[in-house]
């Protein structure tokens, strides 16, 4: 069985074995596992045997077998077989990615279906949730066909001249000329289809083109912390900058060369420099459904910077563009003074609402932080447990992944399933009771708190809210953040630092509500015919996925990830 030591196997490892033998592509050997051999010179009974193909069926004289079935233990996919099934069983070592279905132990197959089982069951949940989804989705497509229908045929004479008499006030109708030649467009574009597209007099470019509104975001994210070769730049792309006296630096890419010293350049690089395991990043948001993302800074960190360098980049980032881009692009409105119609926006703050929802609700299960959000009201995932063990799965759609502790905190998925309508539908039938289970009072406090939050996101990313309703929910969301805050702070028995949210938390929430409501006024006043588009602003969305990437990667498919 074995080259140099003769080794002893347990052949019963194969006997439940339903695949056959096969030696140069053929069939040579099959198990029998049900038949019962009986010796007749002794009582010995087997349970189980082998049979070659070409089973001559005649028994010698010497261990009552066929010729060529006493020859299967030499065959080598006997063998192989063999030693694939024994091989480290006992030591539970073996990496079983490895080995194939057939040649795992029962053990093994139970414990790989147990998993396959609970896998599936998890896929047919996520299948009955986009499902649902994609019905909600069509529903709401031919609700907004019919509501297409309806605003086409809206609208009366007097709306069409209140509007040219605005553009006039503007300064967009030079004369009455551009005024017919701006008819005269319209009309000659009239069904114009085809890769030529619609054509417009140059006299009418202001009534045909508007400006865009461009936001400005920053975020820094975990990134894979690894350092590349950049072969066309012939740069070493990951270190954010040299360990004496460190500063992140924005461009810190060592040349390597191809001379004597590149070797050397290589390990001092690694030797004097520091590896960048974060990623920082300001995009520049055009509020546009259809236009991409400007990248203005990408670069490594250690997240060991000051606000002076930070308020440096933005300056820079800010000149560049109104040097190159706001004349053709719109004004940035994130972090420069802009002044219409009378009054100043400045610095209006624009934090991004995924990141926030992410930190709120990790304080569900904070390590230093037990918050209290009134008398006797706790908010705690313990909580979140007890709707799992109280309701099924498809109920409240949560499962071990939401609750644990070491889960991903940066998964913004996790953090919307858990602060959906359905999961506060839960919490208010525990709170109430039911003919089966006794009224649970002391949950108020999580819904109260996941409410709060689901108001809080849905100022942003609500689908079906006007404009006023999202100021009405900015100023609830910030009238209770205020109330629960004055709550923790004149109660002697509670602290700011161990009972309510984190001051980066808190502040950057209302900085966040306050921007919001900003911009809608920003366009109410200066661009009310466009869509205010909230959904747009932040980086969130966007860097949520830089988590996998190398920064050299990052840097050679930004086009691809932004």
Request: some cysteine.
């Amino acid at each position: 069985m074995a080259s140099g030591e003769e080794q002893s196997f347990n052949v019963k490892l194969l006997i439940n074995d339903v695949k056959v033998g096969e030696d140069d592509s053929k069939t040579s050997w099959y198990p029998l596992p049900f038949v019962t051999v009986n010796l007749k010179k002794h009582t010995t009974e087997f349970k189980g045997t082998f049979k070659h193909v070409k089973c001559t069926g005649y028994v010698m004289k010497e261990g009552n077998i066929c010729e060529l079935c006493k020859g299967i233990p030499t065959l080598p996919s006997f063998k192989k077989r063999l030693l694939l099934r024994t091989l480290n069983v006992n030591d539970g070592n073996r990496d079983l990615t490895k080995v194939r279905f057939d040649y795992m132990t029962k053990t093994e197959q139970l414990n790989l279906l147990q998993k396959k089982s609970e896998e599936l069951k998890k896929c047919r949940s996520d299948a009955f949730f986009l499902k649902s989804k994609h019905i909600r989705l069509k529903l709401r497509t031919r609700t907004l066909r019919e509501k297409l229908t309806e605003f086409s045929s809206r609208g009366d004479i007097k709306a069409i001249y209140h509007k040219l008499v605005k553009a006039e006030e503007k300064g967009i109708l030079d004369n009455k000329n551009v005024f017919l030649e701006t008819i005269e467009s319209i009309a000659n574009n009239f069904h114009v289809q085809g890769p030529h597209g619609k054509r417009y007099k140059s006299s009418t470019r202001k009534i045909f083109e508007a400006l865009l509104i461009m936001g400005a975001a920053e975020d820094e994210t975990a990134i894979v912390g690894t350092v590349m070769y950049h072969q066309d730049r012939d740069e070493l792309l990951g270190f954010c900058g040299p360990k004496d006296n460190h500063k992140c630096m924005e461009n810190n890419h060592i040349k390597v060369g191809n001379d004597r010293d590149a070797y050397d350049r290589l390990v001092n690089a690694f030797d004097k420099n520091i590896i960048g395991k974060y990623a920082r990043v300001i995009l520049l948001n055009p509020l546009h459904e259809k236009i991409p993302h400007l990248v203005a800074l990408l670069m490594p960190t250690c997240n060991r910077f000051t606000h002076h360098t930070v308020y440096h980049q933005w300056q820079k980032v800010q000149n560049l563009y109104e040097l190159h881009l706001e004349h053709e692009l719109g004004p940035l409105i994130a972090r420069k003074e802009v002044v219409e119609n009378g009054y100043v926006i400045r610095e209006i703050g624009d934090q991004d609402v995924i990141h926030n929802h992410k930190k709120i609700i990790n304080h569900l299960d904070h390590t230093s932080r037990m918050l209290h959000i009134g008398p006797d009201l706790l908010v705690h995932m313990n909580q979140i447990e007890l709707v799992m063990r109280s309701f099924p799965v498809l109920v409240h759609g949560l499962t071990r992944d939401h609750v644990r502790r070491d889960r991903d905190r940066q998964n913004w998925k996790v953090a919307q399933e858990l602060s959906f309508q359905r999961v506060q539908d839960c919490l208010n039938d525990l709170i109430n009771g039911s003919d089966d289970r006794a009224p649970i009072p002391s949950v108020k406090g999580t819904k109260a708190f996941l409410y709060v939050v689901h108001q809080y996101v849905d100022i942003f990313f609500s689908p079906k809210a006007s404009l006023a309703e999202r100021i009405s929910l900015a100023g609830f969301v910030t009238h209770f953040l205020g109330i629960w805050r004055n709550y923790v702070y004149l109660n002697q028995a509670l602290t700011l630092t161990s009972n309510f949210l984190s001051r980066e938390t808190y502040c950057d929430i209302f900085i966040s509500v306050h921007f919001a409501v900003m911009l809608i006024c920003f366009y109410r006043d200066n661009f009310p015919n466009s869509q205010c588009l909230l959904h747009l602003t932040g980086s969130g969305w966007k860097t949520q996925r830089m988590i996998v990437y190398p920064f050299g990667q990052m840097r050679s498919d930004r086009l691809k990830l932004f």
